[in-house]
Structures are given as C-alpha cells and as structure tokens.
C-alpha cells in the first residue's frame, strides 16, 4: 500500500471514531468513561494463568484448578457484545411492542421517542425478519449484519430481545454473565474465558457478584499476538521449531521429574499439580501458534470480496479498525474451541447529542461484528449464542437528521436516514439482545420455547410512551437477574434448565414455574 492510500484511510477512520464530546456529561476521568465515549481502545496487554495465582491456596484446590483448566467442552460457544455507553437496540434496530410481542405495536409517541419518526412506524414500513426476531427494515445494525452474513446463515438463526432496564453510561451495571456460562459447561482448550478488556469481566460492564469466580478470569485476547501469547513456549519454539521435538523435550522433563518425585516424600496433591503442570505444558507445545491467529485464517481475512460468501468474512482494510481486529481475535478463540466463551467490548455507543448518523455509523460497525461471528461459526459448522448488551440506552425528541449515507471501504454505511436524532440517556428504552445460531439443517432456525413466536420479546413497552414496563417480569428492573436469566437461556440452549439451581445456586429467578417466562428457547438440534 502506497503511503497516500494510508494516509487516507487513516483519515477515514478517524473521521469514522471521532470521540463523543457531551456537555451534559463530566469530563472523562476513568479508563471505562473514556471507553464508554470513544476516546481511547482497549490497551495491549496480556494476562494469563501462572504458579503465583495458586500461593495462598491449599494444595488440592490448586491442583484442581489446573487440572480442570484444560480441554474444550461440548457446551455451544457464547460471546457478549459489550457496547460500553448506552447504545440503542430497541425500536430504531430490533423491532418491540407491548405486552403482546414484537407486533403488538406502540403509540406514534413512543416510536418517536425510540428515533422512528411518523414515517418510519412498523405500522408504516413492516419489518425484517432476515433474522427471525423481527428487525426496523432501516436497521443500521442489521444493514452490518447483512453486509456480513449471507442469507443462508441467518435463516439458521433466530434471536429474542430482552426488555430490561440497566442504568445509564456506566460500567456498574453487572451485566456480564460470562462466569454463569463457565460454569454452565463454557471451557476451552486453552482457556476458560477471554475478553478484549483487562478486567474481572473481560469487558466493560461488570460480572454480578454471585458469579465471580476469579481462578478462571477471562484473558485478554484482544489482538492477535496476545491469542498466540497464549501458546507461546518462548525459547523452546525457538531451538525446537518441530513441535513434535518441543513436546518430546517437554515429555522428557517430566519423566525426569517423576523420578525425582519417587524419590521424594511429597503429598499426592503436590504431585498432582506437578504432573497436570507438565501435561499443560506438553499440550502448549503441541500447538501451533499460528493455530490461534486469525490473521492467518483465509476464512476470516485474506480475500478481499465485498459479497459475503464469496471471499474471507473481513477485508484486510476492516482489520485497520480495532472493533474488527479485537472482533476477530476472539470470535476465533470461542468459535475454534480455544476458549469456552468471550466478550467483546466495543467503545463509543454514547453516542446522543451528535446527530443520527453517529449513532448509525456505530450501531453499523457492531453489527458487522456480529454478522462476522455468525458468518464464521457457519464457516465452522457449530452452533453460537451472541448476547448484546449496553449500559442504558437514549431516546430522541423527534427532530430530523437527513445525512447522506457513506461508502467506506467500499461498504454503503448508513447516515441519518431521515430519524430521530438521539438527544440524551434514557434507561427506561434499554434493552439487550440473544441471537442464536444452529447449524444443524439448512434453513431451520433454532427452536422458541414450545414454537411461540411471542418468545422474541421478553418483557414489553409502554403502549403511550415506549417507556419498559418494568413491573413486566422480575429481571425488567433487575440487571442481576437479568445475567442469570441469560445463563438459564442457555442452560435452555442444552435441555439443562432444570440445573440451574445447581449452576447458580444464589439465583433470584425462582422456581422452575417462576423461571419458565424468562426462557426464549428449547434445546438446539446441534446439541446431543
């Protein structure tokens, strides 16, 4: 690339992440309120297993834990979109009613209050089912979506929007239930968990409390290197460059440690996280570290086509864009089984007080996100559950934003599109988002709970004001059990919804009868 063609797509994707200056907002202090805003991407840094966790511990829950760490599960792959800022999902993208479902349609009031002017109603232009769960037909993330995805790999998904309130623009809100899905079963060959921010979570909303299991934290795999970090066996690879040879010396090490430990007055526990400690090592030896880069996937990048199925899922110019490549590095490690689970934190989506086309440009980009994911877990042939999620979201007051769509890379990304411009936080339009995919049978979605449609939306708006009802179910207000309701979904996911008690035995979801409203699915045909 010529250094004039760099230096212009440099241009266009600074003008594309400009951060958001709100006046009505303090300035940013924190790392996540600089997220949340866009100033600042996720930093380079890696954190992974090492002996010193384990000081402090008796021997036998250390053993344990090593022991256990390794081998991917046969549970479905789970990432979190994390969109740190309160961004939209409800109305302007996926399509909400009232207390009869997605079709139960709102006031023109309400509408407007979620950016669709009169003109833009479900009442007036119908809606997208591309996905099952019905989308605007104007959707800026389903546009990302598609851009993406083919056809044939959305008619094999189907999604759920939850209509949950979570407080506005802030990392407290304990949305992530990324725990819960290690617990239910989520387990990598590598590791447990991974994430693209370096904290309890993996992303920017916290985990709730009751979930928290810090011996399997999530790993920071948000580029390429730090994912093969993870393999690295430093010198040895370099001496050794045949795999079959590090493994061997790895091998025989260990058996010279046997003997030294016959030798020696040890207690089992002890030996027992010797011996896993040498088997981790082995296992590390043995895999390629260009295995775990997505760089090298040509599903994934390589082949420069702007149809999807028709070259690699991301062009090399989108890997400029740290969304992507962050995007990339993890849907990599979940959807290959190097990781049980992840999430992908996304910068920005506080995007009120701009004009539409910012919130569009950023809602586009999170769905091309997604659409990637879905894209190469079909590419993979394994199933997927994707669950968006933001702190808060924003309403609008009606007034108009006519921007002009723009070509970026040679993809149409949306502008104002005639809708509401987004004025301020609002809590009361929150929402957060299951899609869901099974790659069983072509064109056969996955299964809502006993076939009923009305299982696409969970908890309704206000028909007057498009405000959430919030004494609809017990997680509309309730952000703690909301991430437990995710962790019964997807216990749902594989016939297991019955152990939940035993997966979260602090939940506050109730009885089986109680739990039985909070669950989108039945079992997925992908799972034995």
Partial sequence: MERREFEELKREWWARNQPFKHPDHP???????????????????????????FLGMSNEAAAQIVCTGGGAGTTIPFIGVDLGGGGNLAGSNVLVGGAGGQLDLLSDNAY????LPANQRPQIVGSDPALGVLFHPDSALM????????????????????????????????HNPIYGINRAGANGALVPLVGTENSDSGGRSVAPMNQIDLSVRPVKTEEPDEAMGLVDTGLLSTLLPDPTHSTSAVAAVGAITDEKLALMNEDPATEALIHCAFQDA?????????????????VIVGTDNLTPGQGSIFLNADLANNKFESTATVMKMVVDGFAGAG????GGYDYHGGGRVEGEGRDFEAGMAIGAMLE???????????????????????????TADQTVNGRTVPGGGGKGEWTSDNSGRSASLYIVFDPTVAGVRPPLRGGDLAR????????????????????????????????????????????????????TLGTPAQREALISFDQLAAVP
């Fill in 27 to 53: 300035r940013p202090v924190t790392r996540r309120q600089m997220l949340a805003q866009g100033f600042i991407a996720s930093a380079a840094m890696v954190a992974s297993p090492n002996i010193f966790r």
């Fill in 143 to 174: 546009k990302g979506i598609v851009a993406m995805a083919q056809p044939s790999t959305l008619a094999q998904c189907e999604g759920s929007i939850v209509c949950a309130r979570s407080d506005n623009d802030t990392q407290n809100n304990p």
């Fill in 456 to 507: 696409r939306q969970m908890g309704f708006y206000r028909t007057n004001n498009g405000a959430i009802e919030t004494s609809a179910l017990q997680i509309s207000d309730n952000v703690d059990a909301l991430a437990e309701s995710v962790v019964l979904n997807y216990l749902a996911l594989h016939g297991r919804e019955d152990e939940l008690d035993t997966v979260l035995p602090m939940h």
């Fill in 343 to 346: 999430t992908v934190a996304f």
């Fill in 112 to 115: 407007e209050s979620q950016g």
């Fill in 282 to 298: 082995q296992s590390l030896a043995a895999v390629n570290p260009g295995s775990v880069n997505p760089l090298a996937d040509p």
């Fill in 376 to 402: 190469y877990a079909a590419a993979r042939a394994t199933p997927l559950m994707i669950y968006v999620f933001s702190d808060g979201a924003l309403s609008s007051n009606g007034q108009i934003d006519n």
